[in-house]
């Protein structure tokens, strides 16, 4: 652990992963502020969340996956450097159940198992311009709201 933890304090002292890790928590911050405002009709947002240093992310919801004790939520993965939605289950056992239902759909065919933390994942942008904060804004919000139209027109026909 030792040796592990002196890489760490070295790269820690270059300064740059203390930066980028804020800009990007500040950004995901940014980007939450502004879907609470502008798409307060469709979804209410939860507070940011912070993995461990893998990934950043807040939930959203609206009252029909509430009833279903589902959330979806917009996730920044560091590891992979890119931006995705997750649909989540309040409990384990309802991620297992709605894991069932959705294994073999566009979201999970190319998947053995469940993953770890979600039901489902999308990817929104896979390779993020973070020098164009803007145009990266509009991109992952088209996208967002198409791929959670999506996912909640699945879940709709499971009824």
């Not at 159940?97 to 759909?105: A, D, H, R, V």
Request: aromatic content about 14%.
């Amino acid at each position: 652990m030792n040796k592990y933890v002196a890489i760490y304090k070295e790269q820690l002292d270059k300064g740059y992963i203390l930066v980028a890790y804020n800009e990007l928590v500040k950004f995901v911050m940014k980007l939450r502020a502004e879907f609470s405002k502008g798409l307060s009709d469709k979804y209410s947002f939860t507070g940011i969340l912070h993995g461990y240093m893998d990934y950043t992310y807040f939930y959203y919801s609206n009252d029909f996956l509430k009833t279903k004790k589902l959330k979806l939520g917009l996730v920044l993965n560091h590891l992979e450097m890119r931006f995705e939605v997750w649909l989540l289950g309040n409990t384990k056992p309802i991620q297992q159940k709605y894991w069932e239902l959705s294994k073999s759909t566009k979201w999970n065919n190319d998947k053995d198992e469940m993953p770890a933390y979600s039901i489902l994942e999308a990817v929104l942008v896979e390779n993020p311009d973070f020098n164009n904060l803007a145009k990266l804004t509009e991109q992952i919000e088209a996208k967002m709201i198409t791929i959670s139209e999506e996912i909640l027109n699945y879940l709709k026909t499971l009824n």
